[in-house]
């Protein structure tokens, strides 16, 4: 029969200091451990900022404006539908054709430009910005390149946990019907969470518009794109394509009556019995204007013959290329009538205000500055009080807006618009 029986209390303590020196002997392997991280990371801290210090003797020896500028004080960059538009300001110190520093309002480190003539009255420009925290060994670089076929801009962080990117290109393609027009790209690749959301690993993205590029992706377009943007005090860029707000917003303008009274008489003569005269009509109507266009949205197509329909769809089909629900759907979207803010075209951004008045309390007293500077800081203060940034956003109530979930994403989208469906079914015809 087996008696359990306990150790004597002598043998219990000669083995107590075993115990106690294999504790103390784990605590010191742990520290040295601790030691060797310390002096690793701090010998890589060393390496890169050496790296960072030899990339900016040979920067030096570049020259240099004597002023410090605000960046849209040297570049105006616009796009319309098949073009990127690059107005070049430089100061009368500045080097021709070849790479030099300057010091740019917002911009930390060292700011690299490059300008060139890419033909009569257009050029490409070029910026690199590099800085350097000592503090966390975290160099980022911004590039901006901009060309009438091309936009390109990247921001990429990289430190001693990895590193994460943003980038967002426009080129101009051939499209399915044949003609150019641009594509727009946003990429996101994030390793170690520098700056950008957790929930955000990997993106990318594309779509034949800046509002469809959002809608795919609003929390990587707004968080990730927007940022780097304004950090470059590009925000105008954003605004809405021309073409998509006039689809949007045409309805709700009233045409001019000599227009009106051209688009009746070019309509009665489609329906001549002379084929010279209806070519000549027909070519009347494919070449007019934007006014021309806006009477002709505005005609009943019920009291068409078959002749006029067919060039009434001719004329606006290039005009039309969303379905009427994805029209209706920028209409009352925020980002999109925001967007509309910056346009070129006072109707246009008259139509937008009106309509964002009418759909958030937050826009009700805006008045819209005239200057563009002036504009694009309004509007972006006007977008924190409709969206706040997450560290300012409520938590509870009807302003709070429900923050997407932060589950690591990929996503891999390319969608093209809609553009073989007849006009009466893709835009907003009566």
Request: a neutral charge.
């Amino acid at each position: 029969m087996f008696t359990f029986r306990w150790f004597p209390r002598s043998l219990s303590l000669l083995f107590a200091p075993v115990f106690l020196l294999t504790i103390a002997m784990a605590a010191v392997g742990a520290q040295d451990n601790a030691n060797q991280e310390a002096i690793r990371l701090d010998a890589l801290r060393k390496v890169r900022l050496r790296g960072f210090e030899t990339q900016m003797q040979a920067y030096n020896r570049l020259p240099k404006l004597a002023d410090a500028y605000d960046l849209a004080a040297l570049v105006q960059i616009r796009h319309d539908e098949n073009q990127w538009k690059c107005e070049v300001k430089l100061p009368k110190d500045a080097p021709k054709n070849r790479q030099f520093r300057a010091d740019i309002n917002g911009l930390k480190g060292v700011s690299l430009l490059n300008v060139s003539q890419a033909g009569k009255g257009t050029y490409t420009f070029n910026l690199q910005n590099i800085s350097f925290d000592e503090q966390t060994s975290e160099q980022s670089n911004l590039t901006m390149s901009c060309s009438p076929q091309n936009f390109y801009v990247t921001k990429s962080k990289s430190n001693l946990d990895g590193n994460s990117s943003v980038s967002f290109s426009s080129n101009l393609q051939i499209d399915e019907s044949g003609q150019p027009r641009l594509i727009y790209a946003l990429n996101v690749n994030n390793n170690n969470n520098n700056g950008i959301r957790k929930g955000l690993v990997n993106v990318s993205i594309s779509a034949p518009s800046f509002s469809g590029l959002r809608h795919q992706s609003p929390l990587a377009f707004n968080e990730c794109l927007r940022p780097v943007l304004r950090e470059l005090s590009l925000d105008s860029v954003l605004a809405a394509d021309a073409q998509t707000a006039w689809q949007v917003f045409s309805s709700s303008w009233e045409p001019n009556e000599k227009s009106t009274n051209s688009v009746n008489a070019l309509l009665t003569r489609l329906d001549s019995d002379d084929f010279q005269e209806r070519e000549e009509a027909a070519h009347a109507l494919a070449t007019a204007g934007e006014d021309v266009a806006l009477a002709l949205v505005h005609i009943d197509r019920s009291t068409l013959s078959p002749q006029q329909i067919a060039v009434f769809e001719q004329v606006l089909a290039p005009r039309f290329n969303m379905t009427r629900a994805e029209a209706e759907r920028l209409s009352h979207d925020t980002d999109f009538l925001l967007d509309c803010l910056y346009c070129d075209n006072p109707r246009t951004r008259s139509a937008a205000l009106d309509k964002l008045k009418s759909i958030r309390r937050e826009a009700r007293d805006f008045n819209l500055p005239d200057g563009d500077s002036e504009r694009c800081a309004a509007i972006e203060k006007l977008r924190d009080q409709i969206d706040p940034p997450p560290a300012t956003r409520p938590a509870k109530g009807k302003a709070a807006r429900a923050d997407p979930k932060l589950e690591p994403q990929t996503i891999e989208v390319s969608k093209p618009e809609p553009r073989d469906a007849p006009v009466h079914q893709r835009g907003i015809l009566r």
